[in-house]
C-alpha cells in the first residue's frame, strides 16, 4: 500500500525589538508557550514545569482543535542556542509535525523565523481538510503568536 504523505509548509517571519539571547531565551521556557497560544485552543502543557530545554526533552501537551481534546506529544531534535531549535511530533492531531525556530541577531533585534512543515490526516480528503480548516488555523495561530510576541517584547 502506498503511504504518501503531503508535506505542507508554513513560513512566518517577525523582527522582535531585543537581543537574540533575550528572545531564545523566552522560548528556552516551555511555560511562555501559555502566552503565546491562543485562549481559544485552550493549551495546556501536562509535562511538569520546569522543563529543562535541551536536545531530546520531550513535552506533552493537550489543546482543543476543532472542537475536540488532543493529547500532543514532541520532542527537542534540535538544540542551538541562541540561535535554532526543531521540534517535532512524537504523537498528537498531525500526520507529520516539524517546527523549526531560527533566531538571527539583526542590528539590536531579533530576526525570528518559522518554519513549519506538517502533514494533515483525512486520506483523499487530505487537501480539503488542509485547505479549509488546518492553514486558516494555523495562520491564526500564528498570527496570534506574532502579535502577542511584539507586545510582549515592546515593553
Request: overall charge positive; charged content about 25%.
Amino acid at each position: 500500500m502506498l503511504n504518501i504523505l503531503k508535506i505542507y509548509e508554513l513560513k512566518r517571519k517577525v523582527y522582535i525589538q531585543a537581543p537574540v539571547e533575550d528572545v531564545f531565551s523566552f522560548f528556552s521556557r516551555a511555560e511562555n508557550l501559555n502566552l503565546i497560544t491562543p485562549p481559544w485552543l485552550r493549551f495546556q502543557i501536562l509535562t511538569p514545569l520546569p522543563i529543562k530545554m535541551e536536545k531530546k526533552t520531550r513535552i506533552d501537551y493537550s489543546l482543543n482543535l476543532f472542537r475536540a481534546r488532543f493529547v500532543w506529544k514532541t520532542e527537542i531534535t534540535e538544540w542551538h542556542p541562541p540561535h535554532l531549535f526543531i521540534d517535532k511530533q512524537i504523537s498528537g492531531p498531525y500526520q507529520h509535525w516539524e517546527h523549526t525556530h531560527r533566531f538571527k541577531k539583526k542590528n539590536k533585534g531579533t530576526h525570528m523565523e518559522d518554519i513549519v512543515r506538517y502533514a494533515v490526516p483525512g486520506f483523499i480528503f487530505a487537501p480539503l481538510i488542509h485547505f479549509f480548516f488546518v492553514r486558516p488555523r494555523l495562520e491564526k495561530i500564528f498570527s496570534f503568536r506574532e502579535e502577542t510576541l511584539l507586545r510582549l517584547f515592546s515593553k
